[in-house]
Structure formats: C-alpha cells, structure tokens
C-alpha cells in the first residue's frame, strides 16, 4: 500500500529525483507544457511510472509559475477576432491569414521574425500551459524522495472512515500546534486526555475521515492529508485508521507510527511539504484562520464592553476531553465581578461532533489544574443544529451563524452566557473574577466551626 524505497530501488528513485530537478533547471522562463515536454524525454522504466509522476508533482508544487493577466488576454482575443471577422467579411475569398496576422503584429508593435508567433503566444497567456517557470527549488534527491514516502501516507487517508493518532506524553506547544492545524482547516476532532491531571499528558485524538461522511468528500479529504502532514510535529505517535478499500469498499486496517516514518521527515519540526524547501508553513506559524482574523478585525472598531485576545491554552473536560479555544472574551462588570468565556468556531464537516463537543463541555471544560470557565462553540447553520440544544446550564453556549460571524449577534450570546454563568455562582461570595489561571496555586480550605465548640460568654452577650 505504501512503497518504501530501499537498496536498489532507492537509489533508482534518487536518480529519477536528480534528473527532474537538474531537467526543470534548464527549462528556466520557458512554458509549463514545454517544461512537462522535456520531463517526458527523461528515460525510465516502466514500472516506476507512477513513481516518477509523483516526483513531478512534488517538484512541481514547490516550483513558482507566473501566468499572463486573464483580463488582458481575453482583450487581446476580442481585438484580434473582430478584427479578422471584418477583414474577412470585407475582403471575402481573397482574405490572407498571415497577411492580417503581420499586419497586426505591427499593430501591437511587435517586430522580429517571431512577431506573430509572439502574437499568438500572447492570445493565450491566461491558460496555465503557457505559465512561465521562473523559480525551480533545488531539492535534494534524498529529501525528495523522502517526502514522497510520506506522500503515500497521506493519500492513502484519502479512503479513510475514521484516523486515530495516538501521542505518547508530547511537549505542550507541539501538541497545541498540532491542535491548532487541524482548527486551521475547520477538521471537527475528538481529542481525550489519558491522564488529565498531568503537565504533559497522553492523548488520543480521532478525526473522521472523508469516506465517513453522506458522501466523499473531496475537499475535506485534501484537508485531512494537508493536517496529517503536520504529525511529525507530534514526536512520538502512532495512527491507525479505518479504510474503505476498492470498488468493494472492503474495510481495511492500516497503521503507522513515527517509527516508519523516514528518517529526514520525522526529525523535522514542521510539516513535510515544507521541509524539502526550507519553508515555514502558516498553519505551524500560528496564522489564524480567515473568520477568526477577520473577526478579531473587527471586534477592535467596535465600542463594546467584552475585550478579545488569542486563546492559547488547552481546555479539558473532566472525562477527558480536550478543545482548543480560537479566542478568549473577558468582561468586567460594574460591580468587579469579571467573566471569561473560550470561544471555539467548529469547522461544517459533521453534525454529531457538534453534539458530542457540547456534551462534553457540559460537564466543563478548564485549563490543566485550573477551575472551569463557559465555552461559547459558534457553528455553521449548515450543521443543522439547533442553538436550544446547549442548554440552560451556563457552561456551554452555541451560536449559529449563517455565511460569517457577525459582531453584533455574537455579543448578545456572550452576555446572554455571561449572564447564565454569574448565576450559578454561590451567592455567598462577594465580587471576584473568573478568569483563565495560568498557574493557580490550590485554594485554602475554610475553617469551619466545630459543633463541640464552646459557646462563650461573650457568645452570649452578643
């Protein structure tokens, strides 16, 4: 199912690696179908066909191609062809093709013998055979090889019903990373700590995979592969996932760790995709999503009491599960009493991992060693969920927005969860704040009275 290229058969796979890249350098500021041309000349075995395509388009993504304006050439092809449609209907039987051509080439003023050959270049420059290749990454033939290796891992998740990874102890801001990339491509996860209480706990995290869905999901497949691209950053982790195999959609079981996974891939701290070229990719950087940016935008024009930051904290519930807030939204009444409520935008892949991440939060989710703060969760309507199902309880809120998050609409849930969180506090207590605690220190137990206690002459007076 995945080909591992050792002793001769990786030294053939190098060579096929060296010879596209030295290839794609010659072909510098020439046409993508000319570059593709002179790949095809590069002499192979049949065998290892599919091998080398999979070289190509590797080498191919991390190229740079620059494609003429569309807008341009389509003004160029409307000049062009209205004006032969007049000289033909003027000029009849004795119209003269290359003649007009010339003569319009001149037109445009361009000269040379190749005027009109530039002239029909130009025609078509919007078509992406004609992009100009004007940067080739040099990659080195080992680490090529290599990321198609793993390549193999990621396509086969294509077929996959449901991915289990499985993390043995990893260091907190690798595991957030990690977390933060599936949230960066809206993957709706299941992640359960197997010891909560722990700095540094163990963790399953289960995906559903596309062939899960009604129906297969192309694009949620390619964000899948792209996120499990990102495990390396992991360390230590094994994946198991179900697949739906052949016409017969057989169920198979397929597995792998970071044990199979080739050497210059498992030590590198980012994605693979990025590895062979030296690049930082933006999921691994911290980048938001879009709504998440595009909110924070504009949450910062707007007069309002609740103030925004970037949550950067994992929450667990007291079963054991785990979520990754987007954003954090602090209010400090009038009366001193502050509210912090995680705010967490689900991606639109599956409706049960909404009910199942609301469940959970009713139980309350908390930084590690921390007290319990309400979760807001803002889910797409094409979810078709309902927001009554988070309750009345005051740990849990749900927003349901149609097409972007709307400011407005997103304030009345907070303070309607604000509302609903200050009333389960005990009346008891005077105006405190609740808050994310970064290292909170346990809270003194209150003395209280012994029932054997004597009761004092000042007692009495009193």
């Given amino acids: 199912m995945v080909q591992r290229f050792r002793g001769d ?14 290839t794609l350098a010659e072909c510098m500021y020439q046409s993508r179908e000319e570059a593709t041309a002179a790949l095809a000349e590069i002499p192979r075995e049949t065998r290892d066909q599919k091998l080398f395509d999979g070289l ?17 050439a389509e003004s160029w092809r ?4 209205l004006a032969a449609a007049e000289a033909r209907r003027m000029q009849g039987a004795s119209f003269d093709r290359a003649a007009f051509l010339a003569t319009h080439a001149a037109d445009e003023k361009l000269d040379g013998e190749d005027a009109i050959e530039h002239l029909l270049g130009r025609l078509w420059s919007d ?32 077929r996959a019903r449901e991915l289990r990874i499985r993390v043995e102890k990893p260091r907190p801001e690798d595991l957030r990373k990690f977390l933060r990339t599936l949230k960066f491509h809206r993957l709706l ?18 995906l559903d995979g596309p062939l899960s869905l009604f129906s297969a999901n192309t694009k949620y497949g390619l964000a899948l592969a792209i996120a499990a691209g990102h495990l390396p950053l992991l360390g230590s982790f094994v994946a198991e996932a179900d697949l739906l195999w052949g016409k017969e959609r057989r169920v198979i079981a397929f597995s792998f760790g970071s044990e199979d996974l080739p050497p210059r891939v498992a030590a590198t701290p980012q994605s693979p995709e990025d590895a062979a070229t030296g690049r930082q990719d933006s ?12 909110l924070q935008a504009a949450w910062t024009t707007r007069s309002s009491a609740w103030a925004v930051t970037t949550a950067d904290e994992i929450l667990v519930a007291p079963g054991g599960e785990v979520v990754v807030p987007d954003l954090y939204f602090h209010r400090r009444g009038a009366d001193g009493v502050g509210v912090t409520i995680a705010l967490e935008v689900l991606g639109f892949w599956s409706r049960d991992a909404v009910f199942r991440r609301i469940e959970a939060a009713t139980r309350g989710f908390a930084p590690q060693r921390g007290a319990p703060i309400p979760v807001l969760f803002c889910a797409s309507e094409r979810l078709r969920v309902s927001e009554t199902v988070a309750g009345e309880e005051g740990l849990v809120g749900l927003y349901v927005f149609k097409g972007a998050l709307r400011p407005s609409a997103l304030e009345t849930h907070l303070d309607d969860l604000a509302r609903r969180w200050q009333a ?32 004092t002459s000042k007692d009495r007076s009193a």
């Fill in 56 to 72: 190509v388009k590797l080498v191919f993504d991390r190229c740079t191609f620059e494609g003429g304006s569309h807008e341009q």
């Fill in 424 to 455: 389960r506090l005990p009346e008891a207590t005077g105006p405190t704040e609740v808050r994310v605690p970064r290292d909170p220190s346990p809270p003194k137990p209150t003395p209280k009275k012994s029932r054997k206690q004597k009761v």
């Fill in 127 to 158: 078509l992406p055979g004609r992009d100009r290749l004007v940067h080739v990454a040099r990659i080195l033939p080992e680490v090529l090889v290599d990321a198609y290796v793993f390549a193999q891992y990621q396509a086969v998740l294509l």
């Fill in 189 to 206: 996860f299941r992640a359960e700590a197997e010891d909560a209480a722990g700095s540094s706990p163990g963790l399953q995290i289960t």
């Fill in 9 to 22: 058969d990786r030294a053939r796979a190098e060579e096929y690696a060296r010879a596209i890249v030295d």
């Fill in 78 to 81: 409307a000049r062009l062809f």
């Fill in 283 to 294: 999921t691994v950087s911290g980048e938001e999503p879009d709504e998440i940016t595009r």
